[in-house]
């Protein structure tokens, strides 16, 4: 790694670092960052997932005050751990060409999701309506489903993850952002605890990446308290619609 290898490496980590605190999909610029210093597409995967782990620590730390009591966070980390893990084994096991198509109109889905968020409510029911264990499976669900998604590709996670849990939290928007961030760190410790065993890690490339995105990361959050909420969800739209075209683009050439 040269010089201007590095130097790509640290902006795409400074930059990734604070989207991912603010909208989700920061690893859209760290992957094409490490696949453009020559490392090939799955050690980059890799890599990556392992890079952005201590971005979204920095984002738990500049958006606790959002979070809920931490009892009812707990009985969310099972589901994140088991999803991830799953995830993770899924991409160290079976070609990424399937996923690689289905993953745009993941992307995609989501985003919908969440512009469409009244709507959907009102045919699935508002969270408050719901009985407790409809509700309490509902979350679970989506939680590992998003964790299934984080460990296998990772990219737009928080996209997931807000659209997700927007649908089936009866919560502010920064305050789903902050739960976000938080499972996100989950996934990203459970993969850095996987690959760090089983995957092809580049760890001097994580060495310049990690320590940026750890920045960008607390800058992020600290920027999403500030936000409206209208503007963040257009945000986060604007910007998972922008991800899934690319996805889709990159997938289909």
């Not at 094409?32 to 990556?48: E, K, R, S």
């Not at 966070?73 to 893990?85: K, M």
């Not at 512009?115 to 407790?132: C, E, K, N, T």
């Not at 600290?222 to 990159?250: D, E, H, N, Q």
Request: contains cysteine.
């Amino acid at each position: 790694m040269d010089l201007s290898d590095a130097a790509l490496l640290l902006a795409a980590g400074l930059a990734a670092g604070t989207v991912n605190a603010a909208a989700g999909g920061g690893s859209l610029i760290t992957f094409p960052a490490l696949i453009a210093v020559g490392l090939p597409p799955v050690p980059a995967n890799v890599t990556n997932s392992v890079s952005v782990c201590p971005g979204y620590l920095a984002s738990v730390a500049g958006s606790r005050a959002d979070l809920p009591p931490r009892r009812s966070l707990v009985t969310l980390a099972p589901a994140t751990v088991v999803g991830t893990i799953v995830g993770c084994l899924l991409l160290l096991a079976t070609p990424a060409r399937t996923f690689e198509v289905v993953v745009p109109f993941l992307v995609l889905g989501a985003t919908a999701m969440l512009a469409f968020q009244d709507p959907l409510r009102a045919l699935v029911g508002h969270p408050r309506d719901l009985p407790p264990r409809r509700r309490t499976v509902a979350v679970q669900a989506m939680v590992a489903l998003g964790a299934v998604y984080g460990g296998y590709f990772g990219a737009a996670l928080g996209v997931m993850l807000v659209a997700g849990l927007a649908l089936v939290l009866d919560a502010t928007l920064a305050r789903v952002t902050a739960i976000k961030n938080l499972l996100s760190a989950v996934v990203g410790l459970t993969t850095v605890a996987v690959f760090s065993l089983f995957g092809p890690v580049n760890w001097a490339a994580v060495a310049v990446v990690a320590p940026a995105t750890l920045v960008g990361g607390y800058a992020g959050a600290r920027l999403v308290r500030r936000l409206p909420p209208v503007l963040l969800k257009m945000l986060i739209v604007a910007f998972g619609t922008v991800i899934g075209l690319y996805l889709l683009w990159r997938a289909l050439r």
